[in-house]
């Protein structure tokens, strides 16, 4: 079960690949300013997240202009989750939580995806400006998407 509604969200630091290099992001540099959604995703180059981050992609605006920031989290490098962003195209800010110490500080740690190994569940996150989680979904399985809408209302409350 992910971390539940009102708790605080545990603060973190993660590496995403840049055109300038690796670039450290802090998920309380938006507290006080913005709003954060968290998508955690099993793994790049897999069909089911390579359609969920397109789509987000092509929805970001949707967000920002909720003033909120979208970060994508997996296991995987950095140097992967860009290589498979360029190849499709994905604009959502890609983490990497390669240690999995953030998809177990939210609870969304997938034991033995298709028996190769631990990685994120996909689940989602709506952090406040306040740094409180106001939204929290697990799905059921890797195949299944986050509720979009429930995200959206949630984060226009």
Not at 101 to 123: E, N, S
Request: include cysteine; proline fraction near 5%; aromatic fraction near 8%.
């Amino acid at each position: 079960m992910p971390i539940s509604v009102g708790s605080k969200a545990p603060d973190f630091t993660l590496k995403t690949k840049t055109a300038e290099g690796l670039k450290d992001v802090k998920l309380s540099a938006n507290f006080g300013n913005k709003q954060t959604v968290l998508l955690f995703f099993p793994l790049a180059y897999t069909s089911v997240c390579t359609q969920e981050m397109c789509d987000v992609t092509s929805g970001l605006d949707r967000y920002t202009g909720l003033n909120a920031d979208v970060y994508a989290i997996s296991v995987d490098s950095p140097f992967a989750q860009e290589a498979w962003a360029k190849q499709n195209n994905i604009k959502v800010t890609l983490l990497s939580d390669l240690n999995k110490t953030v998809v177990k500080a939210y609870q969304v740690l997938f034991p033995m995806l298709a028996g190769v190994g631990d990685t994120a569940a996909r689940a989602a996150f709506v952090i406040g400006s306040d740094g409180l989680v106001k939204y929290a979904e697990q799905t059921p399985t890797p195949k299944d998407l986050p509720n979009f809408n429930a995200i959206a209302a949630a984060l226009s409350k």
